[in-house]
């Protein structure tokens, strides 16, 4: 892929921030070795104006981790990267 359908596509990330039930949390065989615990606090989800940070210091993250897919240390979480990244197709 060009650099420049790579910028394009990291550009239309929407991230999402939910409250979810630990029960209801499927494990796969993909990791992606990204550490989001450290961006989102639920204190900030509380309040609706800090809720919108958090979303855009999520999508910076996403983005920095999707152009750099290529510098990933194991061979496994390369591969979930690459699972994290595709398109959902229904």
Known sequence: MSKKKV???SKCMKPFVKY???RHVFPTRYQVDMDLKK???????????????????LKKIFE?????????????????????FQRLRF
């Open 39 to 57: 961006a989102v606090d639920e204190a900030d989800l509380a309040n609706p104006e800090r809720k919108v940070d958090v979303k855009k210091g």
């Open 7 to 9: 910028e394009r596509r």
């Open 64 to 84: 920095d981790r999707y152009l750099n897919q290529k510098t990933v240390t194991s061979e496994k979480k390369a591969a979930g990267s690459q699972y994290f």
């Open 20 to 22: 979810i039930n630990v």
